[in-house]
């Protein structure tokens, strides 16, 4: 009997000490992606100001030129109008991004996974027009709603799909993105949805599986390698878990936990 309890005492010491292992690992890669993000933040939020400046400028310039050539300055006020509200969103995720790593101000809000993915649409199907890829979402109607930074997740949400869309940028024969949202069978206590972003691309080679969330690793030629770090730090802070695994018959399974309000 004396030995059963021993064993069992050495088992919840050892517990205890890898969950506090995973507590200071998890702490670790905030800081990192904390300190990237301020002076990314820090870097970015003149030009973004000016953008938006300029845009103003040009449009009050457009209006003038109505008299001219009305159909002409209609299209280029929208495109003008277009350009402002994405250098405002552009802002606003640097805001969220500075807000969420100083843990203040962290606006939670209970939101339906449908509006998630609604609000990330445009700049996906933008995207996916480009490099010739069929988005399809499945998202029923009624889900759960989840509690969340709304700015943050959908940031998750879209990098996420673009790093699908680009996977699929070789011989992929169908290049179709797959966004998903479920609800996770119930245990106990808290209960949670699953998003889910499925891509048919080149897959994630076994020695690579390590690396990917390491801030700066990329295998593309312009990536900053900072999307999946980010990702991660966004879903646990949530308490979420950010998963990725083979999809079949090709391409990768990245999905996400949100809990449910
Ligand atoms: P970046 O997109 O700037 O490279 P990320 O952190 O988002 O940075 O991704 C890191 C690396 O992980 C990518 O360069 C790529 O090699 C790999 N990766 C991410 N998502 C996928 C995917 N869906 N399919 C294949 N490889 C992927």
């Not at 030009?47 to 209006?63: D, E, K, R, V």
């Not at 998903?180 to 949805?193: A, E, H, I, N, S």
């Not at 646990?236 to 018959?249: A, D, F, S, T, V």
């Amino acid at each position: 009997m004396s030995a059963v309890l021993d064993v069992s005492e050495q088992r919840r010491v050892e517990e205890l000490s890898r969950a506090s292992q995973e507590r200071l690992q998890a702490t670790a890669r905030l800081a990192t992606v904390g300190e990237m993000a301020s002076l990314l933040s820090h870097e970015l939020n003149q030009p973004l100001a000016a953008i938006a400046s300029y845009a103003t400028g040009s449009m009050n310039l457009l209006h003038e030129a109505t008299l001219t050539d009305p159909q002409l300055a209609t299209s280029l006020n929208d495109a003008m109008q277009r350009i402002g509200q994405q250098a405002e969103r552009a802002g606003k995720v640097i805001k969220s991004v500075h807000d969420f790593v100083r843990r203040r101000d962290q606006s939670r809000v209970d939101v339906a996974p449908r509006t998630l993915l609604d609000n990330v649409m445009p700049l996906v199907a933008l995207q996916a027009r480009k490099l010739g890829v069929r988005v399809e979402l499945r998202c029923a109607t009624g889900l759960p709603h989840v509690l969340c930074d709304r700015t943050m997740v959908e940031q998750v949400l879209l990098n996420l799909s673009r790093n699908g869309m680009q996977a699929m940028q070789d011989d992929t024969p169908y290049k179709t993105l797959t966004l998903l949202v479920r609800t996770v069978p119930p245990t106990t206590g808290q209960q949670w949805m699953e998003f889910v972003v499925a891509d048919q691309g080149h897959g994630i080679a076994e020695e690579l599986t390590e690396k990917l969330f390491t801030p700066f690793f990329t295998t593309k030629e312009e990536g900053m390698g900072l999307g999946l770090s980010l990702c991660r730090t966004v879903v646990e802070q949530h308490g979420g878990l950010l998963q990725h695994g083979p999809n079949q018959p090709r391409g990768t399974v990245f999905s996400f936990t949100l809990p449910q309000t």
